[in-house]
């Protein structure tokens, strides 16, 4: 049986007429352009509103949307607060990390700067077998991302 190529793009995805539950993992940036309000954060606003999601955040991103909060001056509990009503927040595992260095050395053939913690978040989307949302060039080409 072949393997379904899953969707690359934002336009691609919304053209598509699914059945069942779609699951996502968000990473910080798809975070950061929905709290902004941005055209792109509108598109993650669907993604989470839509009662056939099922959408889930790492646990990692927190500390970059923390960060983000920090340096934005924006409430960080106000915003972590709704992460944990939209999403579900998965603890990175052992087997996360071991995953994240083989992904990160593959990964790295391709982008010289490819870091952990992207790594990280490709070894859980593989784990999770979910697509991963996010805005960041690093993802162009790895397989289930959706690029903002």
Aim: aromatic letters at 8%; a negative charge.
């Amino acid at each position: 049986m072949q393997r379904e190529r899953l969707p690359t793009s934002v336009s691609t995805l919304l053209s598509m007429r699914l059945c069942g539950d779609m699951a996502y993992l968000l990473d910080t940036y798809a975070w950061v352009e929905y709290f902004i309000g941005s055209k792109k954060g509108e598109f993650v606003k669907e993604m989470v509103e839509d009662e056939n999601s099922v959408v889930y955040t790492p646990e990692c991103c927190l500390a970059e949307l923390k960060g983000w909060a920090i340096r934005e001056g924006v409430d960080f509990e106000e915003l972590y607060r709704i992460v944990r009503k939209l999403s579900d927040i998965h603890c990175i595992t052992t087997e996360d990390w071991l995953e994240a260095a083989t992904v990160r050395s593959e990964m790295r053939k391709k982008a010289k700067d490819f870091g952990m913690m992207n790594s990280l978040i490709v070894a859980q989307q593989r784990r999770l077998g979910c697509k991963v949302v996010s805005g960041d060039a690093h993802f162009d080409g790895v397989e289930g991302a959706v690029l903002l």
